[in-house]
């Protein structure tokens, strides 16, 4: 099984609700000992911070063609403690219930993104953000840029 590194950041520009962007960075070693490296982003008219981390770990997984051991990087506690604290597995048993908070905020994109994890082995590793982690830095240009361009997509999950 390839083993991939994957970096991450989502940015919203007047959350929540305001243009965002994600960015997401790829690392993989070849069996000649190559690092490859591809980095994507996507900007969106309207959308909030939560949505762009999630999206960028989507983007991130999606990109994968086949099963990969997978670290990867956010600096949203939002994404890696869903998993790491087992939010998650709460939630799909309470069928995307929080209890006395209500439903589930991004069950659309929690969704997809178990989609698209789960062929792979998964290890969500937090990084604090804006302290100097270089990939973490590169995902946050790529998604601020993307935020700030042109042609920014529409967030289905968002009522405009």
């Not at 960028?56 to 997978?70: D, K, M, T």
């Not at 792979?120 to 270089?134: C, D, L, N, S």
């Amino acid at each position: 099984m390839s083993k991939v590194q994957i970096y991450t950041d989502g940015s919203a520009r007047g959350n929540p609700d305001g243009p965002g962007g994600y960015g997401a960075i790829l690392h993989f070693t070849d069996s000649s000992g190559v690092l490859h490296e591809k980095t994507m982003s996507a900007g969106y008219e309207r959308t909030t911070n939560n949505r762009m981390e999630l999206m960028a770990a989507i983007a991130g997984l999606e990109a994968l063609n086949r099963p990969c051991q997978v670290e990867l990087y956010s600096d949203s506690k939002y994404l890696t403690d869903a998993f790491n604290q087992h939010w998650i597995d709460n939630w799909i048993r309470m069928n995307w219930n929080r209890g006395k908070s209500g439903p589930v905020k991004n069950i659309d994109l929690w969704k997809r993104l178990l989609k698209a994890a789960e062929p792979h082995q998964i290890t969500f590793i937090w990084v604090k953000g804006h302290a100097g982690h270089p990939q973490n830095e590169r995902c946050d240009q790529l998604a601020t840029s993307a935020a700030d361009g042109s042609d920014l997509l529409k967030d289905p999950g968002i009522d405009i």
